[in-house]
């Protein structure tokens, strides 16, 4: 039952955008983010659209699993959308009412939904095509810096790492105490929101309790094995750049640089 | 006959990438007082197979009757099921949950919508049957030992007056004076309660001992169904699915193999010694 929650929702697959060096597709990422909102032109979108079709194409991932990320914002973006075209100041071209719309928010609501929806489908593509553990040893190192700043780096990347591995076992152990105390009687389906609340709690104390021995263990284990932090640390599969990473670097300056031309000297529409 | 099952498959994972069947064509009956141990190599179904039975995981097809009625039938009470069939899963004391021992028991017969005096009464019973003293009623669970938090764990299931009393592994993880307890226990249960026990075990010894009836599970099918006895004549082919004989079983399949006229059939040490010591009286 509970089993069904997929987490980390790595596509298996072998291609170029898979065997990428991580920190380039978070860098990547971030940048193809940030650059969907510098723009308010036509143009601008037919480049960004354009350009995650072609990455989508050489990830091998089928256009149908991307587009289940944007399931769980699919109210936002109705939300934001209809805000945006009511809400919106501008030369009215229809009238019900109290209600209006205008040309200028039709476009805003146009263009900020292709914002939100870009945004999600760009970043679903990074998580397909990277395990959570690359992404954790990426952030890791692009964070490095900040350690000078004395942000914590190295242990807050083990964290995330740690809880990443942790989440199956968790979710494999909630189901087994949920069928052991519906063994013993219990109803999850039934009753009201308190009640169903109440009802969850001979669940939650042994999953609590269980993460706990399970955090305990793991860190005498950890002890027992000289971990000592990060300094000196050394790693089974340091992130090493090579040619093919360094022309995606190359690729998403090309992909700015087509973007601001685009932009500026295409006729706006 | 109390639970039949007959041709039942099923798989985990349907429909992704990772569908594996971890049971194909089942048909199974479990009579009425009998004993049974389930054995089998690590992945060959057990833990599926027990967790059908009463009704928490549902079959893909086939059916299981229990007392005759389809238990995957509109009208047929799921919470009746799984109060007659007593399923104490592996590692059982990591279910406990409440503050103390009593109150965890209890909430079982809580869940069943009894009278409350009914409650109680059978919530003590239980206590009193997997022998904890009322010096640990009111003490944490957590502040157990093993054994006990076990005992107290399979209390909670027998709290609900289960007909049927299933369990996985439930020697796992504990030293010889907690394993002796938990079977003097289920022998007690299976003696003078007249509940009929489902055990899945790893040791050959304790179910050459304790069960009157050995299920030899593989890869999701039964292979061997019968009394020990029987079913530990096949040396060969259950170290062809990587399980054993008891190691008097073995001694003796061995000795008979190098000529030696004894009865190969034998269980316990105490019986293959006054097996051998007849044959050399005879020599
Ligand atoms: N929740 C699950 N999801 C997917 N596959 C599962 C799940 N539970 C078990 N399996 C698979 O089904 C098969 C049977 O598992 P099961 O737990 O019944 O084995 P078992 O005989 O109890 O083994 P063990 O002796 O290790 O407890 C195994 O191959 C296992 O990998
Ligand atoms: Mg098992």
């Not at chain 1, 699919?74 to 009412?97: I, K």
């Not at chain 2, 592996?90 to 869940?111: C, I, M, R, S, W």
């Not at chain 2, 299976?190 to 890869?219: F, L, P």
Request: charged fraction near 20%; hydrophobic fraction near 45%.
């Amino acid at each position: 039952m509970i089993r069904n929650i997929t987490i980390g929702q790595y596509y298996v697959a072998d291609s170029v955008i898979h065997r990428l060096d991580p920190r380039v597709k978070v860098t990547g990422t971030l940048l193809y983010i940030v650059s969907l909102f510098l723009f308010h032109n036509f143009w601008g979108y037919v480049v960004a659209v354009g350009c995650f079709f072609a990455v989508m194409v050489l990830s091998k991932v089928p256009f149908s699993y991307i587009v289940r990320g944007l399931k769980p914002i699919f109210f936002m973006l109705v939300f934001t959308a209809v805000l945006n075209l009511f809400w919106t100041p501008g030369t009215v071209f229809f009238r019900f009412g109290a209600i209006q719309l205008t040309w200028e928010g039709l476009r805003k609501s146009v263009f900020m939904a292709f914002r939100l929806i870009f945004l999600v489908l760009g970043s679903s593509l990074m998580t397909l095509t990277t395990t959570p553990n690359q992404l954790t040893d990426a952030l890791e190192k692009l964070l490095r810096p900040l350690r000078h700043l004395h942000v914590p780096v190295h242990e807050i990347a083990m964290m995330m790492s740690i809880a990443l591995r942790f989440i199956p076992i968790l979710v494999e152990e909630t189901d087994r105490i949920m069928k052991a105390q519906m063994a013993r009687g219990a109803d999850f389906e039934s009753g009201s929101v308190l009640q169903r609340l109440r009802n969850m709690l001979p669940i939650l104390v042994p999953l609590f309790v269980s993460a706990i021995r399970r955090a305990n263990d793991l860190a005498l284990a950890m002890d027992a094995r000289c971990y000592h932090g990060g300094d000196g640390r050394t790693k089974m599969h340091p992130l090493r750049y090579q040619g093919r990473d360094f022309a995606a670097y190359f690729i998403c300056i090309a992909y700015c640089v087509l973007l601001y031309s685009a932009v500026t000297y295409l006729p706006m529409l | 006959m109390s639970i039949l099952l007959r041709n039942v498959n099923y798989t985990y994972g349907k429909g992704s990438s990772e569908e594996k069947q971890a049971l194909k064509n089942i048909n199974l009956e479990i009579h009425k007082n009998e004993f049974t141990a389930i054995v089998g190599h690590t992945g060959s179904g057990k833990s599926t197979l027990i967790q059908l039975l009463n009704g928490l995981e549902k079959a893909d097809s086939g059916e299981i009757l229990f007392h005759g009625k389809n238990i995957y039938d509109k009208d047929f009470s799921m919470k009746m099921l799984r109060s007659k069939v007593g399923l104490v899963f592996q590692y059982p004391e990591h279910q406990l949950f409440e503050a103390t021992v009593v109150k965890d028991v209890a909430f079982g017969p809580n869940n069943m919508e009894w009278e409350p005096l009914k409650a109680e009464l059978s919530t003590f019973g239980a206590l009193k049957d997997v022998g904890i003293g009322e010096e640990l009623f009111d003490v944490s669970p957590l502040a157990l030992s093993g054994g006990q938090k076990r005992r107290v764990a399979i209390a909670g299931v027998l709290a609900v007056e289960p007909e049927i009393l299933v369990l996985d592994e439930p020697m796992a993880g504990l030293d010889p004076a907690g394993r002796k307890e938990i079977f003097d226990l289920l022998k007690k249960l299976h003696s003078e309660r007249k509940i009929t026990i489902i055990m899945v075990s790893h040791s050959m010894e304790d179910v050459a001992e304790y069960a009157s009836r050995v299920i030899v599970m593989n890869q999701g099918e039964v292979v061997l169904d019968g009394e020990p006895r029987k079913v530990f004549r096949y040396e060969k082919e259950l170290k062809q699915i990587g399980l054993g004989v008891p190691q008097a079983t073995s001694l003796m399949h061995c000795l008979a193999a190098q000529g030696a006229g004894v009865k190969e059939d034998c269980l316990t040490v105490q019986e293959s010694v006054s097996e051998i010591l007849k044959w050399l009286k005879r020599v």
